[in-house]
């Protein structure tokens, strides 16, 4: 994870458009986006240290679905749709950050009628089973969910049949171990609402180009401009860390932290990896961590992401500055970037921004546009939002406390 071994080539010199402004505006194009592409794909639910016992259960939630992960008395994960079969209700809230919540008995109990399902689905409890004479029970436990593992990680997926092609579930195009396995949360998640589009957040995350212009804190941690590659429908930037030399001193702090090797396994050239795992779930990997980020869509112009951050346990008080550096280095990038989002998001709600062309070195980035046109939404075009002055959202952030 801390040596630089990613490269990619350059494509072609024929002009790439980007996607149409309505694409990013429109409710029903998200609709359409979501059906044929996110519901459809795996979804980072968690990680395996999140559910340590039986009956530990977490939440995931995407573009009005919703999941729940729950660890059972034998030690086995399932994954179900998060509602009752009864009148629909969740069963599995969890804590309002971490979504996370433990199941007495590693039972699921419904708070509306207090239906009950094992950790199987199965349903094992009416409370008013007297006025439900004949009910076959088997024929309403709850709807199991596809689900994998990998690196630690829990994926899950909407479908009633797990997703075809998963590149990155078993695959070359990452390491075969990120170092994630033996990693557990060390913060609280990080949520913040941002007024944009989901596409424009992965975007913005996807392009190279914008780093060396808006990004400078994140461009001075960097020995050089991040390259762009796609493996196996994998897209990735990648650059060797350094920062040494750079004007601010918690980067330089960072760099020099990074130069001892002060995280456990360091070794070879420090470098930032960022990995595309389906089309909104990216993991930025880190010497001695993992960040997650998932960008959930709200609606059209308003989505939600969310950052966690797992590392190994470090007793060292070098691994733990350096982690501190990163993280104070982070925030200020993360406040950069949903900055320009938000920015980018009201030129489009002109309507008057075209499809642009996309650089040749933009691996990456193309990849991400294309497999979102792939889906061939033909949403109408929506009225023109020009000349509206109602404020947008601002981001808010949930409170972090550190687990370290």
């Known amino acids: 994870m801390s040596v630089c071994t990613m490269t990619g080539s350059a494509a072609g010199s024929s002009p790439f458009p980007g996607l149409p402004a309505r694409r990013y505006v429109d409710p029903e194009a998200l609709r359409l986006e979501c059906e044929a592409v996110l519901w459809k794909e795996w979804q980072l639910a968690g990680h395996v240290s999140d559910l340590p016992a039986a009956g530990t259960a977490l939440r995931y939630d995407l573009a009005g679905r919703s999941a729940l992960v729950i660890k059972g008395a034998d030690g086995t994960l399932r994954a179900f749709r998060n509602a009752c079969r009864h009148r629909g209700a969740r069963l599995v809230e969890g804590d309002r950050g971490t979504q996370l919540a433990f199941c007495v008995d590693s039972r699921l109990r419904c708070p509306y009628h207090g239906w009950t399902y094992d950790d199987a689905g199965r349903l094992v409890h009416l409370p008013d089973a007297e006025d439900h004479p ?7 436990g709850l709807a199991e969910l596809p689900l994998a593992t990998w690196n630690g990680f829990v994926f899950v997926a909407f479908g009633t049949a797990a997703p075809r092609g998963s590149p990155w579930l078993g695959s070359g195009a990452i390491p075969a171990d990120v170092g994630a396995s033996a990693m557990r949360r060390i913060e609280e998640p990080v949520i913040e609402r941002v007024a944009a589009n989901w596409k424009v957040v992965c975007e913005q995350m996807l392009d190279r180009a914008h780093i060396d212009v808006a990004q400078p804190v994140l461009r001075s941690m960097c020995a050089e401009t991040p390259r762009s590659s796609v493996h196996e429908d994998v897209p990735a930037l990648e650059a ?12 330089r702090a960072y760099g020099s932290a990074l130069a001892r090797g002060a995280t456990a396994g360091a070794a070879g050239v420090p470098c930032w990896r960022r990995l595309l795992l389906g089309s909104n779930t990216f993991l930025d990997l880190w010497p001695g961590l993992v960040r997650v980020i998932q960008v959930l869509p709200e609606h059209a112009t308003a989505t939600l992401v969310r950052e966690v951050t797992y590392a190994r346990p470090e007793t060292s008080s070098a691994a733990r500055s350096e982690r501190y550096l990163n993280a104070r280095l982070w925030r200020r990038v993360r406040r950069t970037s949903l900055g320009l989002c938000e920015r980018v998001q009201r030129g489009l709600a002109s309507q008057a921004a075209g499809p642009g062309p996309i650089g040749s070195g933009e691996l990456a980035l193309r990849h991400f546009i294309q497999r979102v046109r792939n889906a061939e939404v033909d949403a109408p075009e929506p009225a023109s939002t020009e000349g509206d002055t109602r404020p947008t959202a601002r981001p808010t952030r949930s409170r972090r406390r550190s687990r370290a």
């Open 134 to 140: 004949g009910l076959d029970r088997s024929a309403f």
């Open 240 to 251: 060797p860390l350094d920062g040494r030399s750079a004007a601010t001193w918690s980067v």
